[in-house]
T-cell receptor
Framework: SQTIHQWPATLVQPVGSPLSLECTVE??????LYWYRQAAGRGLQLLFY??????ISSEVPQNLSASRPQDRQFILSSKKLLLSDSGFYLC???????????FGPGTRLLVL | RKEVEQDPGPFNVPEGATVAFNCTYS??????FFWYRQDCRKEPKLLMS???SGNEDGRFTAQLNRASQYISLLIRDSKLSDSATYLC?????????????FGTGTKLQVIP
């Protein structure tokens, strides 16, 4: 069966510090991968998605970036965090050609 | 108008009650619809897809009204464990198979 992992689970970072969140999927190959952010009291906002290694599509302009160095690994990064980057970051995957997405447990980020 | 709109609630209902949520969508070309459930501080999990003819899964019934552009979720015989936020998800017809839009969710609280 497929599983999706995210780490860390929680993170408290000062403004201006770098960020690296990691997501890995097991039990499938060539998945579509997604990064979402859910701010307090708000809906899920799609940040990035990837259909293959090295292929990244960005949905919103921001100071975040994403990379997919391996088929089942998706990384969200920032060089300098802003207060507004605080939120619940969720990684998701689905199979190519399928619409249903499955989420990892998320990383709760607090920028102070 | 937002792409996907939901009443945020909360809907406070007694155990055993029947409760229904609606979700409206703006793009009449949308083809695929889903309901996800999100527990507090957890990741969203797929509850059910919504089929054109309507579909049922145990105590849960999902329906689609294309003419009025909304989907609904009916929960019968509410349990305490049904307390959660219910997210409506609509496939973006212009975004390829990768993109879906999440509503901000409707919060349900089932009271003993």
């Amino acid at each position: 069966s497929q599983t999706i992992h995210q780490w860390p689970a929680t993170l408290v970072q000062p403004v201006g510090s770098p960020l690296s969140l990691e997501c890995t999927v097991e039990g499938t190959s060539n998945p579509n991968l997604y990064w979402y952010r859910q701010a307090a009291g708000r809906g899920l906002q799609l940040l990035f998605y990837s259909v293959g290694i090295g292929q990244i599509s960005s949905e919103v302009p921001q100071n975040l970036s994403a990379s997919r160095p391996q088929d089942r690994q998706f990384i969200l990064s920032s060089k300098k965090l802003l207060l507004s980057d605080s939120g619940f970051y969720l990684c998701a995957w689905n199979s190519q050609g399928k619409e249903t997405q499955y989420f990892g447990p998320g990383t709760r980020l607090l920028v102070l | 108008r937002k792409e996907v709109e939901q009443d945020p609630g909360p809907f406070n209902v007694p155990e055993g009650a029947t409760v229904a949520f609606n979700c409206t969508y703006s793009n009449s070309a949308s083809q695929s619809f889903f309901w996800y459930r999100q527990d507090c501080r957890k990741e969203p999990k797929l509850l059910m897809s919504v089929y054109s003819s309507g579909n049922e899964d145990g105590r849960f019934t999902a329906q689609l009204n294309r003419a009025s552009q909304y989907i609904s979720l009916l929960i019968r015989d509410s349990k305490l464990s049904d307390s959660a936020t219910y997210l409506c998800v609509v496939k973006d017809p212009s975004g390829g198979y990768q993109k879906v839009t999440f509503g901000t969710g409707t919060k349900l609280q089932v009271i003993p």
